[in-house]
């Protein structure tokens, strides 16, 4: 089984930009779509980010053109670089293939505030 380590959240003012990483422990060059999804507190999960093996990209509309996913399968990682941060994107964020696995990582704390 594969599983995912998330990090590079932390606080950020709005308009500001992070950039998240997720280092699986094995090889995800045979994982055909992953994702980046957040969970928000009292929100259920949602899928932000998703990209399939060949590059393909897909984004919900509420962080399409200020989020980027993309995969380095080489080092079995996979990014994301969210830019124009809103208060509304503070939620704690988590990669898993697209569909999900049922176990997940621990997720990296992302705060938009002034």
């Known amino acids: 089984q594969v599983h995912f380590v998330e990090s590079g959240g932390g606080l950020v003012r709005p308009g500001g930009s992070l950039r998240l990483s997720c280092a699986a422990s094995?090889?995800?060059?045979?994982?055909?779509?992953m994702g980046w999804y957040r969970q928000a507190p009292g929100k259920q999960r949602e899928l932000v980010a998703g990209?399939?093996?060949?590059?393909?990209?897909k984004y919900p509309a509420s962080v399409e053109g200020r989020f980027t996913i993309s995969r380095d399968n080489t080092k079995n990682t996979v990014y994301l670089q969210m830019d124009s941060l809103k208060p509304e994107d503070t939620a704690v964020y988590y990669c898993?293939?697209?569909?999900?696995?049922?176990?997940w990582g621990q997720g990296t704390q992302v705060t938009v505030s002034s």
């Open positions: 898993n293939r697209d569909p999900p696995f049922t176990h």
């Open positions: 094995g090889s995800i060059f045979s994982i055909v779509a």
């Open positions: 990209i399939t093996n060949p590059g393909s990209t």
